[in-house]
């Protein structure tokens, strides 16, 4: 191991060793080497700085998102009043006297892709959706898939407007149960009536008519059928050689 003595140094104290090097190293290097030395040192400082403001503000988010409730838009939330749903009906009304509309005309208050049929409550409404009224019962027995029912109907649109009726053309409708001939909705208020019977079907658009350019309808809407069924007939198929059909009487 080499071992230096006092001797061989050319200074012996901390003092001559300061004197010494400042007498050695020029005055303007000295000054560039502890600047540089104070940059560094205060970009650390910043950089320590926004990496901590960084965490904090990460962690402001994550509290604000994990524990404050979700405040409800009032600005987007419309709220509705019986006055607004009442001055709703009331317009209805006016329309549908307007189409001469029959008395007791449902009502149908809309509220975006919601719609609420505003009926008296003497209309009886299904689970499927449908909603009825009977004016006169009828007799006899209910009509069964294959038979065909004879009935008129007037057709009417949401607002009370008339779109069809069989009594201005002159003749009933018939139409043989089970076959598709009929609105779903159509078919399912007119299957429990009786002959003689008369009755206000209210058909949702989950029950109506398809709807497009190649239709009638050209939008979901709820329609309005009073019908009157006058009669059930039974129904047999014939074959005559290489010719078939169905014969109902």
């Known amino acids: 191991m080499l071992m230096l ?5 050319p200074y012996r104290s901390l003092s001559d060793f300061t004197a010494i090097a400042e007498s050695s190293f020029p005055k303007n ?3 560039q080497c502890c600047s540089i030395s104070n940059i560094r ?9 926004e990496e901590t403001f960084k965490r904090r503000r990460l962690l402001v988010f994550l509290v604000s998102v994990g524990l404050t409730p979700t405040l409800p838009s009032f600005g987007k939330t419309k709220v509705k ?16 006297r307007e189409n001469n509309a029959p008395e007791d005309f449902p009502s149908f208050v809309r509220e975006g892709f919601e719609v609420k049929v505003v009926a008296p409550d003497n209309y009886v409404r299904s689970e499927s959706g449908l909603i009825y009224k009977d004016f006169e019962v009828g007799k006899g027995d209910h009509p069964k898939n294959g038979q065909q029912v004879i009935f008129h109907y007037i057709g009417y649109n949401e607002s009370g407007r008339r779109i069809d009726s069989t009594y201005i053309q002159g003749a009933p409708a018939k139409v043989r149960l089970g076959t598709n001939g009929l609105v779903p909705g159509f078919e399912q208020g007119i299957v429990d009536m009786r002959p003689g019977g008369k009755r ?44 078939s059909d169905v014969v109902c009487t």
């Open 200 to 243: 206000r079907i209210i058909i949702p658009p989950e029950l109506g008519p398809p709807v497009g350019p190649s239709t009638f309808f050209s939008s979901k809407q709820f329609e309005v059928f009073d019908v009157e069924l006058i009669s059930v007939q039974d129904c047999q198929r014939r074959t005559i050689g290489f010719y």
């Open 41 to 49: 040192e205060e970009k650390k400082h910043q950089l320590q700085y």
């Open 5 to 9: 003595s006092s001797s061989s140094l």
């Open 29 to 31: 290097l000295l000054v």
């Open 81 to 96: 009043s019986p006055f607004d749903e009442k001055r709703i009906v009331e317009q209805n009304k006016r329309i549908q």
